[in-house]
C-alpha cells in the first residue's frame, strides 16, 4: 500500500506564495507520474499539474505560468511551489500517484487565499 501526505497548505493574501509538499511512503524513482489536483467545494476534482519519471511536466492553463511541480526522488518527495496566488486558488489540494493503473491519494491539504 502505498500512502501520501501532504503538507504546506495554509492561509495566504493573494498575490502570495505557498509551497506544498507530498511525501510518499516508498521510493518514487519508479513511479511514471505524480500531481497534484485540486477540488474546491461543489465541484469535481481538477488536474493541476503532473510531472511524469523524466522530468516532464504538464500544467493545467489556470495555473501555466504561476506554479511549478518538481520531484525530489532522494526525499521521495513531490512539491507544487504556487506563486502569484489568486482568490480563486482557494481549495484542498490533492497528491496523487500513478502507479501500474492505480491511483493513490493523499488526505489533501487546505490553501486559502484571501483577497
Known amino acids: 500500500q502505498v500512502q501520501l501526505v501532504e503538507s504546506g497548505g495554509g492561509l495566504v493574501q493573494a498575490g502570495g506564495s505557498l509551497r506544498l509538499s507530498c511525501a510518499v511512503s516508498?521510493?518514487?524513482?519508479?513511479?511514471?507520474?505524480l500531481g497534484w489536483y485540486r477540488q474546491a467545494p461543489g465541484r469535481q476534482r481538477e488536474l493541476v499539474a503532473r510531472?511524469?519519471?523524466?522530468?516532464?511536466?504538464y500544467y493545467a492553463d489556470s495555473w501555466k505560468g504561476r506554479f511549478t511541480i518538481s520531484r525530489e526522488n532522494a526525499k521521495n518527495t513531490v512539491y507544487l511551489q504556487m506563486n502569484s496566488l489568486k482568490p480563486e486558488d482557494t481549495s484542498v489540494y490533492y497528491c496523487?500517484?500513478?502507479?501500474?493503473?492505480?491511483?493513490?491519494w493523499g488526505q489533501g491539504t487546505q490553501v486559502t487565499v484571501s483577497s
Open positions: 510531472i511524469t519519471r523524466g522530468g516532464s511536466t
Open positions: 516508498r521510493s518514487i524513482f519508479g513511479i511514471d507520474t
Open positions: 496523487n500517484a500513478l502507479i501500474w493503473d492505480n491511483d493513490y
